[in-house]
Antibody
């Protein structure tokens, strides 16, 4: 059974930093791309960042580029999101998701339960 | 980026009825790279449909979907109590992947 378990969320002041982690199990982690997606009541779901299976290529939404860094440790089946210079608008539930190829394009098929990040201004 | 607009915002129906949800894209979605997710309160989104019309693993056949270009539809043929949730469409053929704002399917 595919399992993704996020941790590391919490309350942080504007301008602060947090590091999110996602522990994966139930599948061969080093063969899948992964991503982070966030959800807010106001703006809904939004893709944040993605990383290839090897970790060699990363992508970011424009809103987080230069502030967030995605990484992975395939030896530990773990995905990370380092979030710096946090803003109030980064407040959201952050999900990690598994990204296999569906008909040639990456699509999130399994998601974790999410971790809440709250940025206070 | 591609903007997805879902309608209606809320759909009130009774178990056993048929539900039809719409997703319209601001520009053509490449190769029908359109997915649908279901989300229940406190849970992660669950992949229902990919490629505009293909059911994901273990999704019951009362869920069907169709569409191409800019107009897509998710249909639930006979609503079961567990189907009442929020449904999101997502396009994954253009970067960045984008989501619709969701349709809440509630019990009438």
């Amino acid at each position: 059974e595919v399992q993704l378990l996020e941790s590391g969320g919490g309350l942080v002041q504007s301008g602060g930093s947090l590091r999110l982690s996602c522990a994966a199990s139930g599948f061969t982690f080093n063969t899948y791309a992964m991503s982070w997606v966030r959800q807010t009541p106001g703006k809904g779901l939004g893709w944040v960042s993605g990383i290839t299976a090897s970790g060699g290529t990363t992508n970011y939404a424009d809103s987080v580029k230069g502030r967030f860094t995605i990484s992975r440790d395939n030896s530990k089946s773990a995905l990370y999101l380092q979030m710096n210079s946090l803003r109030a608008e980064d407040t959201a539930i952050y999900y990690c998701a598994r990204d296999p190829f569906y008909q040639g394009e990456l699509l999130s098929d399994y998601w974790g339960q999410g971790t809440l990040v709250t940025v206070s201004s | 980026e591609i903007v997805l607009t879902q309608s209606p915002g809320t759909l009130s129906l009774s178990p056993g009825e048929r539900a039809t949800l719409s997703c319209r894209a601001s520009q053509s979605v490449s190769s029908s790279y359109l997915a649908w997710y279901q989300q229940k309160p406190g849970q992660a989104p669950r992949l229902l449909i990919y490629g505009a019309s293909s059911r994901a693993t273990d999704i019951p056949d009362r869920f069907s979907a169709s569409g191409s270009g800019t107009d897509f539809t998710l249909t639930i043929s006979r609503l079961e109590p567990e189907d009442f949730a929020v449904y999101y469409c997502q396009q994954y053929g253009n970067s960045p992947r984008t989501f619709g704002q969701g349709t809440k399917l509630e019990i009438k």
